[in-house]
Structure formats: C-alpha cells, structure tokens
C-alpha cells in the first residue's frame, strides 16, 4: 500500500474558500501547478478568477512529483527532434527555460525555498548508450550547454551520462501553498471540493457534480486529460503511472538524475527536518496494464537496497501524467469551444517547466497577446512517425478493451482477500470486487468514459482504466479523468 508522497505528507492543509461566486472572467479548472499559476496571472491582470478543484490542492500530478525543475529531461529532446523540426524542437527549449525563470524568480520573490542542482541524463548499461549520448547531442543542438561526464561519482554501475548545470528541484507543495496565498491576495477564489462535470457550448455556464454551475468568459482545463472530449485529446495522449520512494539516508548524491534505458531510474537528494532524503522513483507503465502496482514498488526497492544499504524507507507514492502522440504538449484554445475553451495537457512528467510556460502562453492569449515560442508549437507539422504514434496509442487501447471484456467472462467473481479485488463476470455486467479496511464493496467495472473494463490497484487500492487512465477508488468515486462520473455499484 502507497503512502502519501513525502511534500503532501508533510505539507499543512490548504483550506478552501467557503464561498463560490456565479459569476467570473475565467474559471481554471484545477489546482497544480498550471491550475494556479494561470489563474495568478489572469488575477494579476486584474480579472476574477476561480479556480476549481475536485480534491485538494496539488492532490494529483503536481503534489506526487519528484519535483525536478529542469530543462534536460531524460531523453525527451531527442525524442522530439525524431519527431519534429528543429525549429519546433527549439520552441519547445525557449518555453521551458522560460517556464523555469518564470518559477524560480516566484520562488525568490516569495522565499520559497529550492536547491540548484545539476541534472544528468545516464546511461545505466550498454544497451542505454546511444539513447544517452543522442540526448547529449539533442541537447546541444538546441542549445543547452551540456557536457559528456564519463564517471557520474555515484555508487551504482553506469556509462556516464550527459549533464546540464545550474537546474532545480523543491518542495512542489511548498509552492502551491504560496501561489494560492498569492491568487488570493489578488482577488483570486480558489474552491476544492467541487468537481466540473462539463461546460456549455452555447452561453457560458460550467457545470458541477452538485447540480450547481458557475458562469465565466473563459474556461481554462488545467485537468491531465481535459474532462471535455471535444478535440478527442484523450486519443492523443497516454496515460502514464511512475513511482516513487523516499528513504533516509546519510548522504545521497546531489544530481538529478534520469536513466535513459527501460525501466526508468531516477534519482536525487532532498532536504527534510530529519536529515537528508534519497529519492528513487520510476519504472513507469501505461495506467491499467500491469499485473501488479505493488511489484513496480518492490522492483525500485530491491534497486535501492543493492546500491544504497543504509537507505530507511519513509514514503511510497505513484503519480500520473500524460504524454502526446508526437511528443509536445497540447496547450491552447480546445477546439469547437467557440474560442473561450482553453487546454493546457502532454507534458510528459516534465510540468514545473512546462506548466508554468502553459499559464504565461493560455493568460496573453485571454489577453490578446501570444508567447513568442507558442506558434510553432501550436502549429506543427509533424512527421509520419507521430501519425503512427497515435495509430499505436489507439490500437493499444482497442485491445485491451476487447481483451478485458473477454477475460472478465471467463470467471465469477469470488469474495477478495483484504486489500485485493478483483474483476469477473455476474450476469451481463463486468464486476469488480474488492476488500479494503475490513469492507467489500462491489462495482460494475466499466469506466464511465467510454466503457473500458477497470483493473484493480493492487498499491493504491483504487480501479483504474486501461484506455484512457482514469481512476476511481474502491468504492467508485471519481480520482482523475477524463471520467467525471462514479461507477455504478453492482447488485
């Protein structure tokens, strides 16, 4: 079973106003990083501004992050270079250092504590090599000042890696306590606890689980996958879950480190108020499609022991983000949403850089202005791989929802062992049933986005959808979409 991720377990609560108007500017939905650095901006602009969230603060991508703020990020130039011109790729590299100094110049203007570090992209064998050292040429095309260091002074077994000086890491929750003080103090609403279900195309009403609604000029879907499906974005990204551990240790290395080969492995130090932390994170699958949550966890575990014995285990957690089809994230006007629907979404677990650089380019385009870097993002041509890519991610998802459907009819569902479920068939309907804190509970296991048949959690106790990663707990209410409806309990 999963703990929280070390900065919510130690962060205090950040209340909710009491309070929702009828009536605004501009509505973000969500309340990460990107939530509420755009509805800052917009308030600092003198506009009124809610932001609403369907859990707590930083409750789901943002608050479980490793919290690297970096612009070498694993093997991600090289992969958009392969996919995109270097001009595309070269705006993608401005967004991101401008993401970044917008972040860090917050930080420094309202004493929010972070480290410089130096971030490294290494090669954990020989297969991993040439994905490392095509990452370290990537980088210096597009104008990062990387060096080639052979011997990273770590104490497990590599081929050197790429390393780009001067980058940062924190506390994410640290951060979303500070920039919700500030929305507020500009007039800025920030409201957990209610869940957007929709957003009208005709007239400007938002729409929420409670039957309530709230009206505003521009809607903003600071959400993972936007829970509206107009531009099908939930066919163009993939959902991806990582993991992560948090363990005591004397004296971890201070890199950011990424592992360019599969599994993932990455690594850092962090500050605590008990010494020093060694975070170990990665081995991350596509949401739903794993046997087992829990053996990921364990795998990361073994690691850490054979390279680092003195390391005492404090936390493990999971995240979730998502990644494009063709590499860049989806930022800007969502289609057919009459110009006042906004997406922010694809940073492929890289979103303090790109979150912020989202707001600035989302709040000068509320305000008629546009990001310099955002035209050649917005209107990339992409090459015949990324087409494929999307073919791929589509397919991927059919078979598994055709496979699913077939394996939940083989058996009948038997009472679960505590903290297990599982999926089978009663009657017509796939069922889930699963036992937690001494309940069993049963579920249709048919997520309420388009129908995929959930899988059981086994480390977070929830169900989650192989097609388009949405998450529900035990008991069926909604943890992240594109679902905005609970499932159905079986009979």
């Given at each position: 079973?999963?703990?929280?991720?070390p900065w919510r377990d130690r962060a205090a609560p950040i209340e909710t106003d009491t309070e929702l108007g009828r009536e605004y500017d501009d509505?973000?939905?969500?309340?990460?990083?990107?939530?509420?650095?755009?509805?800052?901006?917009?308030?600092?602009?003198?506009?009124?501004?809610?932001?609403?969230?369907?859990?707590?603060?930083?409750?789901?991508?943002?608050?479980?992050?490793?919290g690297k703020v970096s612009l070498l990020q694993g093997t991600r130039l090289s992969r958009i270079l392969a996919r995109q011109s270097r001009r595309?790729?070269?705006?993608?590299?401005?967004?991101?250092?401008?993401?970044?100094?917008?972040?860090?110049?917050?930080?420094?203007?309202?004493?929010?504590?972070?480290?410089?570090?130096?971030?490294?992209?290494?090669?954990?064998?020989?297969?991993?090599?040439?994905?490392?050292?095509?990452?370290?040429?990537?980088?210096?095309?597009?104008?990062?000042?990387?060096?080639?260091?052979?011997?990273?002074?770590?104490?497990?077994?590599?081929?050197?890696?790429?390393?780009?000086?001067?980058?940062?890491?924190?506390?994410?929750?640290?951060?979303?306590?500070?920039?919700?003080?500030?929305?507020?103090?500009?007039?800025?609403?920030?409201?957990?606890?209610?869940?957007?279900?929709?957003?009208?195309?005709?007239?400007?009403?938002?729409?929420?689980?409670?039957?309530?609604?709230?009206?505003?000029?521009?809607?903003?879907?600071?959400?993972?996958?936007?829970?509206?499906?107009?531009?099908?974005?939930?066919?163009?990204?993939?959902?991806?879950?990582?993991?992560?551990?948090?363990?005591?240790?004397?004296?971890?290395?201070?890199?950011?480190?990424?592992?360019?080969?599969?599994?993932?492995?990455?690594?850092?130090?962090?500050?605590?108020?008990?010494?020093?932390?060694?975070?170990?994170?990665?081995?991350?699958?596509?949401?739903?499609?794993?046997?087992?949550?829990?053996?990921?966890?364990?795998?990361?575990?073994?690691?850490?022991?054979?390279?680092?014995?003195?390391?005492?285990?404090?936390?493990?957690?999971?995240?979730?983000?998502?990644?494009?089809?063709?590499?860049?994230?989806?930022?800007?006007?969502?289609?057919?949403?009459?110009?006042?629907?906004?997406?922010?979404?694809?940073?492929?677990?890289?979103?303090?850089?790109?979150?912020?650089?989202?707001?600035?380019?989302?709040?000068?385009?509320?305000?008629?202005?546009?990001?310099?870097?955002?035209?050649?993002?917005?209107?990339?041509?992409?090459?015949?791989?990324?087409?494929?890519?999307?073919?791929?991610?589509?397919?991927?998802?059919?078979?598994?929802?055709?496979?699913?459907?077939?394996?939940?009819?083989?058996?009948?569902?038997?009472?679960?062992?505590?903290?297990?479920?599982?999926?089978?068939?009663?009657?017509?309907?796939?069922?889930?049933?699963?036992?937690?804190?001494?309940?069993?509970?049963?579920?249709?296991?048919?997520?309420?986005?388009?129908?995929?048949?959930?899988?059981?959690?086994?480390?977070?106790?929830?169900?989650d959808c192989p097609l388009h990663g949405s998450r529900f707990t035990a008991t069926g209410e909604v943890l992240e979409g594109p679902a905005t409806?609970?499932?159905?309990?079986?009979?």
């Amino acid at each position: 079973m999963t703990t929280p991720s070390p900065w919510r377990d130690r962060a205090a609560p950040i209340e909710t106003d009491t309070e929702l108007g009828r009536e605004y500017d501009d509505v973000v939905v969500g309340a990460g990083l990107t939530g509420l650095v755009t509805g800052l901006l917009l308030a600092r602009a003198g506009r009124s501004v809610a932001v609403i969230e369907a859990r707590d603060v930083g409750a789901v991508t943002t608050g479980n992050t490793t919290g690297k703020v970096s612009l070498l990020q694993g093997t991600r130039l090289s992969r958009i270079l392969a996919r995109q011109s270097r001009r595309v790729a070269r705006a993608y590299v401005e967004s991101s250092r401008e993401g970044q100094a917008w972040l860090l110049r917050f930080c420094d203007d309202h004493a929010v504590p972070y480290q410089v570090r130096d971030a490294a992209t290494y090669a954990q064998n020989q297969d991993a090599l040439p994905a490392a050292r095509a990452e370290h040429e990537a980088a210096r095309k597009l104008g990062l000042d990387v060096t080639w260091r052979d011997d990273l002074d770590v104490p497990f077994p590599h081929l050197g890696g790429t390393v780009l000086a001067g980058q940062a890491q924190l506390d994410a929750m640290d951060l979303l306590g500070t920039l919700v003080s500030e929305l507020r103090h500009e007039g800025g609403t920030v409201v957990t606890g209610k869940r957007v279900v929709g957003a009208a195309l005709s007239g400007d009403a938002v729409s929420l689980s409670d039957g309530g609604s709230v009206t505003a000029s521009n809607v903003v879907l600071a959400t993972g996958v936007p829970i509206l499906d107009r531009g099908l974005y939930f066919a163009k990204l993939e959902p991806q879950r990582s993991y992560g551990l948090a363990f005591r240790h004397p004296s971890p290395p201070e890199l950011m480190m990424l592992s360019s080969g599969s599994p993932t492995v990455s690594v850092r130090d962090a500050p605590s108020d008990d010494g020093s932390l060694l975070l170990v994170g990665g081995h991350g699958h596509v949401v739903g499609r794993t046997r087992s949550h829990a053996a990921h966890l364990d795998a990361l575990r073994a690691w850490t022991q054979e390279w680092f014995p003195e390391a005492q285990e404090t936390h493990a957690w999971s995240a979730q983000d998502y990644s494009s089809h063709d590499g860049l994230p989806f930022v800007g006007r969502l289609p057919r949403g009459r110009g006042r629907l906004y997406i922010a979404t694809g940073f492929a677990k890289w979103g303090l850089t790109g979150g912020p650089a989202a707001a600035l380019s989302i709040s000068k385009e509320i305000q008629g202005h546009r990001a310099s870097w955002q035209r050649p993002i917005s209107h990339r041509v992409t090459r015949p791989r990324p087409a494929m890519e999307l073919v791929r991610l589509n397919t991927s998802a059919g078979l598994h929802l055709v496979g699913d459907l077939l394996r939940a009819g083989l058996r009948r569902v038997n009472d679960p062992e505590e903290g297990s479920g599982e999926v089978g068939r009663s009657g017509l309907l796939p069922v889930g049933r699963s036992r937690t804190d001494g309940r069993t509970c049963s579920i249709v296991a048919l997520c309420t986005h388009l129908g995929g048949t959930l899988t059981w959690n086994d480390a977070e106790h929830s169900w989650d959808c192989p097609l388009h990663g949405s998450r529900f707990t035990a008991t069926g209410e909604v943890l992240e979409g594109p679902a905005t409806r609970p499932l159905h309990r079986a009979t």
